[in-house]
Antibody, heavy 121, light 111 residues
Framework: EVQLVQSGAEVKKPGESLKIACKDS????????IAWVRQMPGKGLEWLGI????????RYSPSFQGQVTISADKSINTAYLQWSSLKASDTAMYYC??????????????WGQGTMVTVSS | QSALTQPASVSGSPGQSITISCTGT?????????VSWYQQHPGKAPKLMIY???NRPSGVSSRFSGSKSGNTASLTISWLQAEDEADYYC???????????FGGGTKLTVL
């Protein structure tokens, strides 16, 4: 069964850096898009960006461009979301999700369990 | 403000049918047949319920159906059950700089 397993919850201080991970246990990691989605407490889903591990083609939501960095290491079937300087407003649950196909316009049928990031002084 | 507009809440009684709308523009919902719907129960990850406007993934109940007319997509749940109570989000491919947009979400209450 294909599944995405995300790294554990994080508690950080403002200004600190962070990199969270999303590991794909299935095959053909390189041939599907992996998206990152934010959900602030009590709020809706927000799309941060997406990466195609096969060639590292990465696209960001304009709202998050420059705020986060998405990357992937296809040798270990893992995608990453990182921050260089966290803010309290980054406190949220972050999900990774895998596309149904290699098309960037496809739906996301496999989701990770989520990584809760808490930023507080 | 979300790119796609959904009602904040809908409700229905067990056995009834409800419809959730998702309104976009000709650059997203109206221009492409790549509308998806996700169900999210509290504390859980989203689950894909409908893709490409009206297709159900394997394992999703036939009580869930999708459609589209112009710039508005719809999710209909027939024969409502208590387990359907959840948040529902629509999503669409878009020709803007970002290929994916979400709706703001709709909370479904089963009375």
């Amino acid at each position: 069964e294909v599944q995405l397993v995300q790294s554990g919850a994080e508690v950080k201080k403002p200004g600190e850096s962070l990199k969270i991970a999303c590991k794909d246990s299935g095959y053909s990691f390189s041939n599907y898009w992996i998206a990152w989605v934010r959900q602030m407490p009590g709020k809706g889903l927000e799309w941060l960006g997406i990466i195609y591990p096969g060639d590292s083609d990465t696209r960001y939501s304009p709202s998050f461009q420059g705020q986060v960095t998405i990357s992937a290491d296809k040798s270990i079937n893992t995608a990453y979301l990182q921050w260089s300087s966290l803010k309290a407003s980054d406190t949220a649950m972050y999900y990774c999700a895998k596309s149904k196909s290699s098309w960037v316009n496809d739906a996301f049928d496999i989701w990770g369990q989520g990584t809760m990031v808490t930023v507080s002084s | 403000q979300s790119a796609l507009t959904q009602p904040a809440s809908v409700s229905g009684s067990p056995g009834q049918s409800i419809t959730i709308s998702c309104t976009g523009t000709s650059s997203d919902v109206g221009g492409y047949n790549y509308v998806s719907w996700y169900q999210q129960h509290p504390g859980k990850a989203p689950k894909l319920m409908i893709y490409e406007v009206s297709n159900r993934p394997s394992g999703v109940s036939s009580r869930f159906s999708g459609s589209k007319s112009g710039n508005t997509a719809s999710l209909t749940i027939s024969w409502l059950q208590a387990e359907d109570e959840a948040d529902y989000y629509c999503s669409s491919y878009t020709s803007s700089s970002t290929p994916v947009v979400f709706g703001g979400g709709t909370k479904l209450t089963v009375l």
